[in-house]
């Protein structure tokens, strides 16, 4: 396994601080850089019905979520999410669903500065920021609520989580977050039926 073994905390890819990585079930995985065949692997390969574990290592980090129940843990630290009413709190993980729906990309820029073309005319570009995540539809007690967590990795900046939330009717209620087991914050987010709410929050 990668994840969890301190072995595996840097990308194989000298221009490229972290790579993405998909473990299964069978102890095998698959990383977006395979150091042993050197080829990359595409994203839409991924076996999603094996799937356990999805995410990024590199810098000395290692980041990802479990897939049977949505937990991210971050360096070690395991970030929950649930949205609570004065009647009911939603637990948006933690549960026993597959969270396979998986998100991956890269915000990348480019210098438009003709003195730094490469041999094929292509000009350079920087990655900016690495995002992972996943999106998830549920049922949950007497609402239907669609869910979407992505933990953004900026160069130099700290890392966040982009929320989007979105339920069939009217919840007036507060995002909870909880790093291994205690809330950490609490955040008042009303959703208006059929609507999506977005949330940035700052990983602490």
């Not at 069978?26 to 076996?47: A, C, H, R, S, V």
Request: charged share 20%; hydrophobic share 35%; proline share 4%.
């Amino acid at each position: 396994m990668i994840f969890g073994n301190k072995l595996y905390m840097h990308s194989p890819i000298p221009h490229q601080s972290k790579i993405w990585v998909a473990e299964y079930y069978d102890g095998t995985n698959m990383l977006e850089y395979d150091p042993e065949q050197k080829k990359n692997n595409d994203f839409y390969d991924i076996d999603k019905s094996k799937i356990i574990a999805f995410g990024l290592i590199g810098d000395g980090d290692q980041l990802f979520f479990n897939v049977a129940n949505g937990v991210f843990s971050i360096n070690g630290s395991s970030f929950q999410i649930a949205y609570k009413t004065d009647d009911e709190e939603y637990p948006l993980t933690g549960r026993t669903f597959l969270y396979n729906d998986l998100i991956q990309y890269k915000d990348a820029s480019t210098t438009a500065n003709v003195k730094y073309l490469d041999h094929s005319g292509s000009l350079p570009s920087r990655i900016e920021q690495y995002n992972f995540g996943y999106k998830k539809q549920m049922d949950l007690v007497n609402a239907n609520i669609s869910f979407q967590c992505v933990c953004s990795l900026p160069l130099n900046q700290p890392a966040y989580f982009q929320i989007k939330i979105s339920s069939n009717k009217d919840l007036d209620g507060k995002l909870i977050i909880r790093r291994d087991g205690m809330i950490v914050d609490e955040i008042n987010a009303p959703l208006l039926g059929n609507m999506s709410g977005n949330i940035h929050w700052e990983l602490r």
